[in-house]
């Protein structure tokens, strides 16, 4: 009599440890899943903060496979990365003291900064690159 109760007891027990697992769903999966090359859905200008968002984490993922490849040193790298988010905490300081809005003076020169920034990323990926022939 002992046995089964105390057997019955431990299945119960488990039980109440198995439930909040076993009542847990998995997370559905959207209908339609967002785009794999980050493009999303074009057009919408609402969202174009989002859509735009991950420049840097890109041009990041590109050094570090030119690091990877021998293409660039992991010094360079670390360089380029630090100036392109010193470049767009300025960028973001500056929009922040304006309320929002810069100037098409101030916009024009972030924009010349930031070409000027990509310009040389570009140039430094393609100056150690293996030639083609």
Aim: hydrophobic share 40%; charged share 30%; net charge positive.
């Amino acid at each position: 009599m002992k046995l089964i109760t105390t057997l019955r007891s431990v299945a119960v027990a488990s039980l109440f440890l198995a439930t909040p697992v076993l009542a847990q769903t998995a997370t559905p999966e959207p209908a339609n899943p967002p785009a794999a090359d980050g493009k999303g859905h074009g057009g919408h200008h609402r969202h174009k903060g989002k859509r735009h968002g991950h420049k840097m984490a890109r041009l990041a993922h590109r050094m570090d496979k030119a690091v990877a490849e021998g293409r660039l040193t992991q010094a360079q790298a670390d360089a380029l990365k630090a100036e392109g988010r010193q470049l767009r905490e300025e960028m973001k300081a500056q929009r922040e003291a304006a309320g929002g809005q810069l100037s098409d003076a101030q916009r024009e020169e972030l924009r010349s900064k930031m070409r000027a920034f990509r310009a040389k990323v570009k140039a430094a990926l393609h100056a150690s690159a293996p030639q083609k022939t």
